[in-house]
């Protein structure tokens, strides 16, 4: 296949799909609950109605960050991600509407709010109006309080199955849709679906994928960088990827901590996978603690931040920090296809130290149309290159060499605030937004 002519039209297909399946279940259960039931007051009707929509986004909101490969190849992880934030607060918002009309179909129904004499179906719901009340919480207070990853994953998980087994518990015991011949197989359906979900995420995914690999060796890129190199085990297929893409990584067959890398070998050459991670935690000293031959398990590969999806004529790669990861792999896997095309890298970093593979990219030169411009946050006296921020004028003095009336792609990789700003910077020299590509750290 021409690497360079790639047809979208499949990815479109795979998104329509997509959209029309979150649409189904989003939506059908309260049409059919609609079309089907007798009539009824207003506010029963709109209680029915809220209660049903807020379920179904529950479930699509449990769904959509499960590792659906189909899904975040169609749309990005970056867009599965922000859905997911969005249905949650949706669930929230159709929650407190649904108790809103309880309210107002039967006044005294408020007493139900006293836990101490309501029912079991009340204190379900109390329960996982609560849950979900926290979640949103914890997700604005993580960004204000910077709370480490394997604490805000534990909580946001323990969190997320206090919500779901609150509000299936309420559904089961209020008895109101589940005996209905029509509205009850639908919510049986739904349940189903969770369970399926969360089996091929928590236990099919480890126990019948596998994904084991060997560890081949680890190297310090710098204090805080480590680039794990594995090869999967005798027999078995390596890791096919785009390049571009990240995976889940875990140390132990059945753990549950595990983190998303991107992986920043080349697609050429399945035989060699390599990570290159930065961290001082726990999880981060325990790869740099591996020893050649040990396992390591890999669940992947996911995202639509490839450049083999664009039928793009150059390639502008802007990298910040250990962002330069997806960068090195599409590079990487350009130099082994003989890849003939434009690339031109700028990558942002505090200092010297922070700039990763410098050698290897003044190598990858000699076999690409590569330019690069490293950029510095915090220069040394002695530093003659680019400093600052990634503006209008720094994007056009490196694109002077493009034939900017050609299709042109841009990959943004870093953190949020550097991707925002390249975008805006981007957006302002007239680049199509479709022709803008991005991937955040700050995805969770």
């Known amino acids: 296949m021409d690497r360079t002519t790639v047809s979208e039209a499949p990815a479109a297909g795979a998104r329509t799909a997509w959209v029309t399946a979150l649409l189904a279940v989003l939506a059908g259960p309260a049409l059919v609950h609609l079309l089907t039931s007798e009539p009824m007051g207003m506010w029963r009707q709109l209680s029915s109605v809220t209660g049903l929509v807020a379920l179904s986004a529950l479930v699509c909101t449990a769904a959509l960050p499960s590792r659906l490969r189909g899904l975040t190849r169609a749309f990005g992880i970056e867009t599965v991600v922000g859905l997911h934030r969005q249905l949650g607060i949706l669930s929230a918002v159709l929650i407190a509407v649904h108790l809103g009309a309880v309210v107002a179909a039967n006044p005294t129904q408020v007493a139900l709010l006293n836990l101490v004499s309501a029912p079991n179906r009340a204190r379900a719901a109390v329960a996982a109006t609560v849950s979900i009340a926290l979640l949103i919480v914890l997700a604005v207070w993580k960004r204000k309080v910077n709370l480490r990853y394997e604490v805000w994953r534990w909580l946001h998980l323990m969190l997320a199955v206090f919500v779901l087994g609150g509000t299936a518990l309420h559904v089961l015991w209020l008895q109101h849709l589940v005996l209905d011949a029509v509205m009850g197989p639908i919510l049986a359906a739904l349940g189903v679906l969770v369970v399926v979900v969360f089996a091929m995420r928590w236990w099919g995914r480890a126990v019948l994928d596998g994904g084991e690999f060997l560890v081949q060796a680890v190297r310090a890129e710098n204090p805080t960088v480590t680039t794990l190199v594995l090869s999967p085990r005798e027999g078995r297929e390596g890791l096919r990827f785009s390049p571009g893409q990240f995976a889940w990584v875990r140390l132990q067959r059945s753990a549950v901590e595990e983190h998303p890398f991107t992986i920043a070998s080349s697609a050429h050459d399945p035989r060699y996978t390599e990570f290159t991670i930065r961290g001082t935690g726990d999880f981060a000293t325990g790869v740099r603690d591996l020893r050649p031959g040990e396992s390591v398990w890999v669940d992947g590969p996911y995202g639509s931040f490839t450049c083999d999806d664009v039928p ?34 700028i990558y942002v970093a505090r200092d010297t130290g922070d700039l990763l593979f410098r050698d290897e990219l003044a190598m990858l030169r000699r076999y690409l149309d590569l330019e690069v411009t490293e950029v510095l946050r915090r220069p040394s006296a002695t530093w003659t290159g680019a400093t600052g921020e990634i503006d209008v004028a720094l994007l056009s003095s490196v694109l ?25 910077a981007l957006t302002v020299m007239g680049v199509a937004d479709d022709r803008i590509h991005t991937e955040q750290f700050d995805m969770v």
Do not use: E, W
């Open 312 to 345: 793009a004529a150059g390639l502008v790669l802007v990298a910040g920090g250990v962002g330069i990861t997806p960068m090195m792999s599409m590079l990487r896997t350009a130099a082994d296809r003989g890849d003939q095309r434009p690339h031109r890298l």
């Open 400 to 424: 002077r060499t493009l034939d900017l009336g050609a299709r042109n792609d841009y990959f943004l990789c870093g953190p949020p605030s550097m991707v925002s700003d390249v975008h805006g």
